[in-house]
């Protein structure tokens, strides 16, 4: 199997995160970590379309040459592979409830996130159309939401039930990526932070 990432990038970064909170070796399940390198734009060459026609990142590519194209799509499909300290949860309602808290994360954190650097950040000049208004609208809509988690963080260490699951790794990506995208978390959020702080201890090498 090939995964194939990119450096800084939230989404590869979960997929990679994922890896390392099932504790699971790339190099011991066959797996090989392939780097692509975005400033060169070797994501829009015929070699990686090849891979993923939409030039996105993560991929999954399998050893018949299919692929998995999505960067949770791939974190369950490893976890189906490999259930040892499931991180989707177990039963139906733990799996309904990280499945709602890793969205949010996404939906409400990550993706504004993800908005303010392609809007605002001058990597992507001339790689995407930027519309540079867009990206402090993007970061005060993800600074809007931190209250949300914070309550949820005020009386427990994760966000589902006091134990790491995907969606800690999608708010934690989420929160980390807001050093590019212009926003951090800070002592405006003391549970956020605390939360950010400890998993960055944890995984901030990856």
């Given amino acids: 199997m090939k995964l194939f990432v990119t450096v800084r990038a939230p989404n590869p970064r979960r997929v990679q995160l994922f890896l390392a909170a099932k504790q699971l070796d790339p190099a011991a399940i066959g797996l090989e970590v392939v780097q692509v390198d975005l400033s060169t734009q070797e994501n829009r060459q015929a070699a990686y379309l090849q891979v993923n026609p939409l030039g996105q990142l993560p991929a999954l590519q399998l050893d018949d040459g299919t692929t998995i194209n999505d960067s949770i799509a791939i974190c369950r499909y490893l976890e189906l592979c490999y259930p040892a300290h499931p991180l989707f949860g177990v039963t139906a309602f733990e799996q309904a409830k990280i499945d709602q808290l890793s969205r949010q994360a996404e939906q409400e954190v990550l993706f504004p996130m993800m908005y303010a650097f392609q809007h605002g950040h001058p990597f992507w000049s001339g ?66 932070l605390a939360y950010y702080q400890r998993l960055h201890a944890q995984f901030g090498a990856i």
Avoid at 151 to 162: C, K, R
């Fill in 127 to 192: 790689k995407v159309e930027q519309l540079p208004e867009f990206a402090p609208l993007a970061r005060r809509r993800a600074l809007s939401r931190f209250s949300y988690f914070e309550q949820i963080l005020a009386s427990q260490d994760y966000l589902y039930a006091g134990q790491l699951s995907v969606a800690d790794l999608t708010l934690y990506a989420a929160l980390d990526f807001g050093r590019l995208a212009g926003l951090k978390v800070d002592e405006q959020h003391p549970h956020l």
